[in-house]
């Protein structure tokens, strides 16, 4: 079969489930190799199955996200495994949800390390590759939170608009070197990380949802495919908002 995406390699951050695993899965499903990163390679072998049951190589890796040496690391590990890098897909993310006069410093730093500083340490690692090879592609995964604040989410909300910004100010860097860089502002996806909230807040935010349910990974997956592809051959620096018109 052919794909949008054959002979291309791609790594995923956060791949263990969720919205990361999804777009591992999609992204095999359409032609690509992919490494795959999070905390721990044995909470991999789930997505790596996955991967290779769609015909495609899988190579697993443990890192935080946080970790510069880590980050190198996958980078490099990615490169010998695989053979190259063309889709980098930053994912990994957390929340640590409390209003803004109780929330502790480590609450702050835990969630800017690994949603922002993770996403600059990728992209810088895996750019490097990209213009050694004069080509790339790179997909930060944000969220409509960095366009809109919340309340109960200053850290969260500020580390994914910085994570927009990143996205714009490297696409302005990375243009001219034929590396393309754009970003995914997920609404409300069901995942491990939005299942944990009350029933109240689930239905006050389904009512604001134009499109009448909550977001699936795949939904997420199919606009990270798009932006991966040549069809967004002419993106970049774009936020691509995915939230059945939540925000517009
Ligand atoms: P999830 O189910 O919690 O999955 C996130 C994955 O990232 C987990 O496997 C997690 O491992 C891994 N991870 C966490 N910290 C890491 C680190 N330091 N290094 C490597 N991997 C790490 O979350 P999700 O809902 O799929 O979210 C994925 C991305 O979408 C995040 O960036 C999130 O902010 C964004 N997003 C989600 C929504 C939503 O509604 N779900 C909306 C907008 C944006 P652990 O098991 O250790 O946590």
Not at 111 to 119: A, R
Not at 228 to 240: E, I, K, N, R
Request: hydrophobic share 50%.
């Amino acid at each position: 079969m052919v794909g949008v995406l054959d002979g291309k390699v791609a790594l995923v951050t956060g791949a263990a489930r969720g919205i990361g695993r999804a777009i591992a899965e999609k992204l095999a499903a359409n032609g690509a190799d992919v490494a795959l990163c999070d905390l721990q390679a044995d909470w991999l072998k789930d997505t790596a199955s996955a991967v290779e049951s769609r015909g495609r190589k899988a190579a697993c890796f443990a890192a935080d996200v946080s970790q510069a040496a880590a980050v190198d690391t996958v980078v490099s590990g990615t490169n010998n495994a695989l053979g190259r890098l063309d889709i980098l897909v930053n994912n990994a993310g957390i929340t640590r949800d409390t209003f803004l006069l109780r929330m502790s410093e480590q609450d702050w730093d835990a969630v800017i390390d690994i949603n922002l500083k993770g996403t600059f340490l990728f992209t810088k690692a895996a750019s490097k590759l990209m213009i050694r090879q004069k080509n790339g592609v790179i997909v930060n995964i944000a969220s409509i939170i960095g366009l809109i604040g919340n309340a109960g989410q200053s850290n969260y909300a500020a580390s994914k608009a910085g994570v927009i910004a990143l996205t714009k100010s490297a696409a302005k860097e990375l243009a001219s070197r034929n590396i393309r860089v754009n970003a995914v502002a997920p609404g409300f996806i069901e995942t491990k990380m939005t299942e944990a909230l009350p029933e109240e807040i689930r239905r006050k935010m389904l009512e604001a949802i134009p499109a009448g349910r909550f977001g699936r990974p795949e939904d997420v997956a199919e606009a990270v495919l798009f932006l991966s592809s040549d069809a967004s051959s002419y993106m970049t620096g774009q936020v691509l908002n995915v939230s059945g018109g939540m925000v517009m």
